[in-house]
Every structure is written in structure tokens, then in C-alpha cells.
């Protein structure tokens, strides 16, 4: 059955968020046309050529700025009172105790208002948003405008670290399901949500497309070097890394980092950097491309993420589908696909003596056995994390998704 779904995410597109743009096409392969919109995002500096070809189909809400959306609101009051006060009302219950003042949730009114109309105009007949923070609550005010349904996916860990200032129970409740990217993260929902909506919770993971993986070479180099790809923030454990790596080097081991990304903890990283010596064993990348991602996974043994709070880190999925083990923490969905001692080392978040001991256990590990964990990693992925698969699973609920018009 043919379908039209609009997409709605807070920033698109974006360097970390190019799963969302591998879920949109694979779902277009689908036969399903996607309608994308974003809050904001159209002026963002962009490295990838794929993500500059989607900023060209989507959408902005907050482009035009103020005077669009209060003209969008008047519309919607004079053109649909009735549904205009049921939102009304249903922004002022998720703004009641929330993380952001009631003004934020009246700005997520006008900007429901403001998007409905692309919606209706497309013949969509239901809107997914990803991320359960002011997305979904957007789309949960769009749907009550529009009378179409609505769903969202959660990744975490923000959705999980505030549930009820998010009002993550009333959002799952006017869904029509809600996509959790691991186990874990549903039963992270289930914690703060009615007994009666845990069969809305369906599990379709972030996928990888096999043109990402195919063609790439398989060898893993001789040189002993990590690459630690992510924002630089205190949830990714970077400044653990260092400290761990700095008692690893003088405990008589021999490796290179790379630290690819940049972000608000970069001042504190490059300081730690010196303050440990480390200057020309650790190179900071700064933002890069999809593909220079791709290239550094390529050029290092393996890939390390010593994180502290996540949901289920798509470059664990891109290293392991390169072939790369992981040295990564037991987070949230990590060990539902990384296998200690198969395709990887865990260790206990927040631990460095058990960060330096799996670095350790890494630079006693041979090439060869290095290769093996990788080859393990690749069938791994490859089995769990196919776009195409979860793209065909998501594309059957939204078919089954209520007409609510």
C-alpha cells in the first residue's frame, strides 16, 4: 500500500544524525514518500554532499522566524477552533512541570500550526518524529491540529534522564507507537508508561547501508592507533580516555589516538592533551565528513567509546560493519550488539582502572586476532543493523498506523 509520511526532527540535516537521513531513504526504496521538516538547520555548516542534497528537500519551521508562526496560529484559530483549543490545552499540560517554561510550549503551538498545513497540502497521513524531547511534543500538537496520526522514535539517554519533565507517558499515550532503537530503551519506557501502551513500543534499530561497508578494505593496519569518534562532551568519557591512556603509556604500552569530532568540551580536551603530555600521540580531528569518519575507522586498529550515558552509538555500528573491534562501556544498548571477547572489550563505565586494563588487553592483542574480532563484528552488524530490514519494518507500521482523519 502506497503511503505518504511526514518527518520531523529538530535539526536536519546534521552531522550526527545521518542515520535519520539513511532511515529516510531507505524508506523511500519503501514506495513510501517522505515529506521532511525541520525546526531549524537550514544555515548549518554541512562537510557532507548527501546532507547539502537533503537540506534542499526539507522544510524549516523557524526559518522565517516570528510573524509566520503568529500568522499560522490566527489561521488555525479562526479556520479550526475546536482543535485549535485542544491544543491549546494539550500544550499547557506538557508545559505544567516541565523542563522548559510554558512560553516553549506555546512556541511549539505556533509551530505546530505553522507545519500542518505543509502536512495536509502533501496528503500525509501521519507524522513520525525522532527524538522524544520538543519534537514529539510538536508533532503530538501537530496531530491534535491536523487530526492525522503520529509517532516518534526515543533514542536517549535525554528522553531517559528527565521521563516526567518530558512527559514522555503522555506522549507515548496519543502515539500511535513509539520506536525504541535498542531493548534497553524500551524497557527504559516501559519504567514511565502505562502497563496498556507497552505493546506501542516496537524495536526497530538505526541501520547501515551496504555501500557504506562493501568495497572497503578488510586489512587492519599495523599501526597501533585508536580513533574515538563523537562530540566532545562529559557523557562520550574522552577525558577519561586520556587519563587512562596517559597511565597505559607509561605503564610501558605504545599507541596514537584519534579523536574525531569537536564539540563544547573541546577547550578541556586540548588542555588535558598537554597538561599529560600527550601532545603527538593525540590528533583532535574537529568536525568531518561522513566519509572522513569512514577514512579514519579505516586507518585505526579499532574504535573506542568509553561513554558514560547513551542509547545505541551509530559509529559502534559503522566500525564494526569496517571490520574494526570496539573497546567501548557497558551502556544502555552497547552489549546487545558488541560481544566481549568476540568483537570487542567492555568495560565498566566511569572505571579507569578497567579502561586501562582493556587498553592493555587491546595492545597485547595480535593483528591477526584483531582481524578475527572484526571479521565477528562485521557479520554481527550486518545481521542486526541492515537499513533496508529496519527501514521495511518501520515502513509496515506506518502503513498500519490509524487514520485518525
Excluded at 590528533?283 to 579505516?298: A, C
Excluded at 565498566?348 to 586476532?369: M, P, W
Aim: one cysteine or more.
Amino acid at each position: 500500500m502506497h503511503a505518504r509520511i511526514a518527518y520531523l526532527i529538530n535539526q536536519y540535516p546534521k552531522v550526527s544524525h545521518s542515520f535519520i537521513r539513511r532511515e529516510i531513504l531507505a524508506l523511500e526504496r519503501q514506495g513510501i514518500d517522505v515529506l521532511r521538516i525541520a525546526l531549524r538547520g537550514w544555515d548549518a555548516a554541512l562537510a557532507d554532499e548527501e546532507d547539502k542534497q537533503e537540506r534542499t528537500k526539507t522544510r524549516y519551521v523557524l526559518q522565517g522566524g516570528l510573524f509566520p508562526l503568529l500568522l499560522a496560529s490566527l489561521k488555525a484559530l479562526i479556520g479550526t477552533p475546536r482543535r485549535f483549543f485542544a491544543a491549546f490545552a494539550l500544550a499547557i499540560r506538557l508545559g505544567w512541570k516541565a523542563d522548559r517554561p510554558l512560553l516553549y510550549h506555546m512556541m511549539y503551538l505556533a509551530e505546530a500550526c505553522h507545519l500542518v498545513p505543509w502536512i495536509t497540502s502533501f496528503k500525509a497521513t501521519h507524522l513520525h518524529a525522532h527524538f522524544g524531547t520538543n519534537s514529539a511534543e510538536v508533532a503530538a500538537l501537530a496531530s491534535a491540529l491536523g487530526g492525522f496520526s503520529y509517532s516518534f522514535t526515543v533514542h536517549g539517554p535525554d528522553e531517559f534522564d528527565s521521563p516526567e519533565l518530558l512527559h514522555i507517558r503522555e506522549k507515548v499515550k496519543r502515539a500511535a507507537f513509539v520506536v525504541g532503537i535498542s531493548s534497553f530503551g524500551r524497557s527504559q519506557l516501559y519504567r514511565w508508561i502505562d502497563y496498556n501502551d507497552w505493546p506501542k513500543i516496537q524495536v526497530v534499530h538505526c541501520g547501515l547501508e551496504a555501500r557504506f561497508y562493501e568495497g572497503a578494505a578488510s586489512v587492519i593496519p599495523q599501526t597501533r592507533r585508536l580513533v574515538c569518534v563523537g562530540r566532545l562532551c562529559k557523557a562520550k568519557g574522552q577525558l577519561l580516555l586520556l587519563d587512562a591512556m596517559s597511565r597505559a603509556l607509561r605503564n610501558g604500552g605504545d599507541f596514537e589516538l584519534v579523536l574525531a569530532g569537536d564539540g563544547e568540551l573541546r577547550p578541556e580536551v586540548d588542555s588535558a592533551i598537554q597538561r599529560l603530555s600527550l601532545q603527538g600521540k593525540v590528533r583532535v580531528t574537529g568536525w568531518i565528513s561522513s566519509q572522513q569518519v569512514r577514512d579514519e575507522i579505516l586507518a585505526s586498529q579499532a574504535l573506542i567509546l568509553p561513554t558514560f550515558a547513551e542509547g545505541l552509538p551509530v559509529v559502534i555500528m559503522e566500525a564494526m560493519a569496517l571490520r574494526r573491534p570496539i573497546l567501548t562501556t557497558y551502556v544502555a544498548g552497547i552489549p546487545e550488539l558488541v560481544r566481549p571477547g568476540i568483537d570487542g572489550w567492555l568495560s565498566r563505565a566511569g572505571d579507569i582502572d578497567a579502561l586501562v586494563s582493556v587498553l592493555e588487553e587491546y595492545l597485547s592483542t595480535s593483528v591477526d586476532e584483531l582481524a578475527r574480532m572484526g571479521e565477528s563484528a562485521h557479520q554481527r552488524v550486518v545481521q542486526r543493523h541492515s537499513i533496508d530490514t529496519e527501514a521495511a519494518k518501520l515502513a509496515k507500521l506506518f502503513r498500519e498506523a490509524p487514520q485518525l482523519q
